[in-house]
């Protein structure tokens, strides 16, 4: 009698350390499962704080400088470039894309300064910025480095009509 109990006692702490092993597999694997889906939202997120935080350096600047000064579209050694003067007329910024990021360059009109001697203000693969069709404010398209177009409104509330 005593080898009958003896063998039902194995028999319930096998059952229990399997229905552990079970426990413990499913818990690890819904862990795993949380950390891949968490790490996925971080890395989407990542992705786009660069073109947001560009839209919104443009944006910011724009307004600004909003004051009547000339604020105008051009380009530097090729690439669109948004032009803002200060109020002196003396100096002009530049914000445009140049060489995988976006850059501001401060200088004088003839000073002879040249893209590659802007600052970098953030990554980006292109930047392009036209007067809205109704000419009130800009559109400024920026392309982050995982290919996504982003693109911004910005009214101008003192220059006037630009088409």
């Not at 976006?102 to 000073?111: C, G, H, I, T, V």
Request: proline share 1%; with cysteine.
């Amino acid at each position: 009698m005593n080898r009958r109990r003896s063998r039902k006692h194995n028999i319930d702490i096998m059952f229990l350390m399997i229905l552990f092993l079970i426990f413990t597999f499913s818990g690890v694997s819904v862990l795993l499962m949380a950390v891949n889906s968490y790490r996925s939202v971080v890395d989407s997120n990542l992705k786009d704080t660069d073109a947001r935080a560009a839209m919104a350096y443009v944006r910011e600047v724009v307004h600004k400088c909003d004051n009547g000064s000339g604020i105008d579209i051009g380009t530097i050694e090729g690439n669109s470039c948004l032009i803002i003067q200060d109020e002196s007329g003396e100096y002009s910024r530049y914000i445009y894309a140049y060489d995988g990021y976006l850059r501001e360059l401060l200088a004088k009109d003839d000073s002879g300064a040249t893209a590659e001697f802007g600052d970098k203000i953030l990554k980006v693969n292109s930047f392009d910025i036209a007067w809205l069709p109704e000419g009130n404010g800009l559109e400024a398209n920026i392309e982050d480095n995982s290919g996504k177009a982003h693109v911004v409104d910005i009214a101008i509330c003192s220059g006037g009509d630009k088409r």
